[in-house]
Protein backbone atom coordinates (compact mmCIF):
# COMPACT_ATOMS: atom_id res chain seq x y z
CA UNK A 1 0.00 0.00 0.00
CA UNK A 2 1.10 3.62 -1.01
CA UNK A 3 -0.82 6.24 0.39
CA UNK A 4 -0.26 10.46 0.27
CA UNK A 5 -1.59 12.86 2.77
CA UNK A 6 -0.38 16.68 1.95
CA UNK A 7 3.26 15.91 2.87
CA UNK A 8 3.33 12.87 4.39
CA UNK A 9 4.06 10.07 2.92
CA UNK A 10 3.02 6.41 3.71
CA UNK A 11 4.32 3.15 2.69
CA UNK A 12 3.39 -0.66 3.42
CA UNK A 13 6.29 -2.47 4.87
CA UNK A 14 7.29 -5.86 5.61
CA UNK A 15 8.81 -5.13 8.91
CA UNK A 16 10.27 -2.55 11.34
CA UNK A 17 13.91 -2.50 10.64
CA UNK A 18 16.56 -3.49 13.71
CA UNK A 19 18.11 -0.48 16.14
CA UNK A 20 15.41 2.07 15.96
CA UNK A 21 14.46 3.68 19.21
CA UNK A 22 10.90 2.97 20.47
CA UNK A 23 8.58 6.10 20.47
CA UNK A 24 6.54 5.87 23.73
CA UNK A 25 3.68 8.14 23.09
CA UNK A 26 1.34 10.23 25.90
CA UNK A 27 -2.32 10.60 24.74
CA UNK A 28 -4.97 9.43 22.41
CA UNK A 29 -2.87 10.09 19.61
CA UNK A 30 0.09 9.51 17.73
CA UNK A 31 1.27 12.42 15.99
CA UNK A 32 3.23 11.25 12.13
CA UNK A 33 4.31 14.56 11.10
CA UNK A 34 3.72 18.67 12.71
CA UNK A 35 2.32 20.84 10.13
CA UNK A 36 5.74 23.21 9.61
CA UNK A 37 2.69 25.65 7.56
CA UNK A 38 0.16 25.83 9.76
CA UNK A 39 0.83 23.72 12.64
CA UNK A 40 -1.70 20.82 12.27
CA UNK A 41 -0.21 17.48 12.67
CA UNK A 42 -0.91 14.14 10.55
CA UNK A 43 -1.99 11.75 13.26
CA UNK A 44 -3.57 8.25 14.48
CA UNK A 45 -5.22 7.18 16.97
CA UNK A 46 -2.66 5.09 19.88
CA UNK A 47 -5.07 2.49 20.65
CA UNK A 48 -4.30 0.98 17.22
CA UNK A 49 -1.06 0.77 17.35
CA UNK A 50 1.39 -1.78 18.61
CA UNK A 51 4.30 -0.89 17.70
CA UNK A 52 5.76 2.89 17.03
CA UNK A 53 9.53 3.22 16.42
CA UNK A 54 11.50 6.24 15.29
CA UNK A 55 14.39 6.50 13.09
CA UNK A 56 16.41 9.70 13.69
CA UNK A 57 18.75 8.89 10.96
CA UNK A 58 16.17 9.69 8.29
CA UNK A 59 13.39 10.90 10.14
CA UNK A 60 10.86 8.23 9.07
CA UNK A 61 8.54 6.48 11.58
CA UNK A 62 7.43 2.91 11.41
CA UNK A 63 4.68 1.56 13.46
CA UNK A 64 2.57 -1.24 13.41
CA UNK A 65 -1.28 -1.66 13.56
CA UNK A 66 -3.59 -4.32 15.23
CA UNK A 67 -7.21 -3.10 13.47
CA UNK A 68 -7.83 -0.54 10.76
CA UNK A 69 -7.16 2.62 11.34
CA UNK A 70 -7.30 5.92 10.08
CA UNK A 71 -4.46 8.87 9.47
CA UNK A 72 -6.29 12.53 10.20
CA UNK A 73 -5.22 15.89 9.29
CA UNK A 74 -7.48 19.18 9.71
CA UNK A 75 -6.86 19.87 6.08
CA UNK A 76 -6.68 16.98 4.04
CA UNK A 77 -8.94 13.99 3.58
CA UNK A 78 -8.68 10.77 5.91
CA UNK A 79 -7.01 7.81 5.35
CA UNK A 80 -8.07 4.54 5.95
CA UNK A 81 -5.06 1.56 7.22
CA UNK A 82 -5.66 -1.78 7.34
CA UNK A 83 -4.07 -3.67 9.47
CA UNK A 84 -0.21 -3.86 8.88
CA UNK A 85 3.22 -2.78 9.24
CA UNK A 86 3.56 0.72 7.96
CA UNK A 87 7.16 3.64 7.20
CA UNK A 88 6.02 7.05 7.51
CA UNK A 89 8.08 9.68 6.08
CA UNK A 90 7.57 13.49 4.79
CA UNK A 91 7.95 13.97 0.87
CA UNK A 92 10.72 16.00 -0.69
CA UNK A 93 10.51 18.20 -3.25
CA UNK A 94 13.29 18.37 -5.93
CA UNK A 95 14.43 21.66 -7.94
CA UNK A 96 17.14 21.72 -9.67
CA UNK A 97 18.43 24.14 -6.92
CA UNK A 98 17.77 22.04 -4.13
CA UNK A 99 16.12 19.40 -3.06
CA UNK A 100 13.87 20.48 0.22
CA UNK A 101 10.58 18.68 2.40
CA UNK A 102 7.52 19.87 1.37
CA UNK A 103 5.93 21.35 4.36
CA UNK A 104 2.09 21.23 4.78
Known amino acids: MKARQGDVLIL ?3 AIPDGLRRSEQDGPTIR ?3 GEATGHNHSIATEDVVDCFADDATGAIFLRTIRQSVVTHPEHGPITLPPGTYRITRQRAYTPAEIRRVSD
Request: a negative charge; zero cysteines; hydrophobic letters at 50%.
Open 32 to 34: LAE
Open 12 to 14: SVE
